[in-house]
């Protein structure tokens, strides 16, 4: 089956900073790759995705980029603030199955 | 998007006992899941529930622990019977609205279980 790596599983940052959480994935078959948020005690959301045949995708500070040919796709947050602290999971999806990574745990202090 | 209800939203169980969680969801939906989320962990996918059929386990849950109903496409029930405390865990439902891709989850609230 699909094995998802997730670095780091925590992150301090400073307000204003960058942020880029980075996860691999073993199967080639994987062709869809969400990026999920959960802040303490909430549910997990969605807060972006990529598809296997884009390379990068931008949501206002978010991004996503993907590299196939190394099995990798990272999240990048610019400017954090605050309210981004949660913890994110990545996930990878092949054949209908999506498989999370282990999550990293982001604190952005003011 | 779809809006989940999950109830109870918690609850403090004794060992021994079983506890059924209910999700309803304001839409029909085609795929629905359970997950489990232990303190400080990821998701794992318990099951998915099928509609009219038996549910279908991920390695290592069981039907006999985990028992799954899907009456209709807005409703699923998950049991978590003869509980001890390692059944400790926030399970969550989950569905993929139709229409979006098989990732594109969206999650109830959660049952943080207690087995004391």
């Known amino acids: 089956g699909e094995n998802v790596e997730q670095h780091p599983s925590t992150l301090s940052v400073q307000e204003g900073d960058s942020a880029v959480i980075k996860c691999t994935y073993s199967d080639s078959a994987s062709n869809y790759f969400p990026w999920y948020k959960q802040e303490l005690g909430k549910r997990p959301q969605l807060i972006i995705d990529i598809r296997s045949n884009v390379g990068e995708k931008k949501d206002q500070r978010i991004a996503v980029t993907l590299n196939k040919t190394a099995k990798h796709f990272s999240l990048h947050i610019t400017e954090t603030q605050p309210e981004d602290s949660a913890v994110y999971f990545c996930?990878?999806?092949?054949?209908?199955?999506?498989?999370f990574g282990k999550g990293t745990m982001l604190l952005v202090s003011p | 998007s779809a809006v989940i209800s999950q109830k109870p939203s918690r609850d403090i169980c004794q060992r021994g006992t079983s506890l059924t969680i209910q999700c309803q969801v304001d839409s029909q939906v085609t795929m629905m899941f359970w997950y489990r989320q232990q303190p400080g962990q990821s998701l794992t996918l318990i099951a998915t529930?099928?509609?009219?059929?038996?549910?279908?386990?991920e390695s290592g849950f069981v039907i006999d622990k985990f028992p799954i109903s899907r009456p209709n496409l807005t409703f699923s029930t998950l049991t978590v019977s003869n509980m001890s405390p390692e059944d400790s865990s926030i399970y969550l439902c989950s569905v993929v609205p139709t229409g979006r891709e098989t990732g594109e989850l969206f999650f109830g609230e959660g049952s943080r279980l207690t087995v004391l």
């Open positions: 529930a099928n509609q009219g059929s038996e549910a279908t386990y």
């Open positions: 996930a990878a999806v092949r054949y209908s199955t999506l498989t």
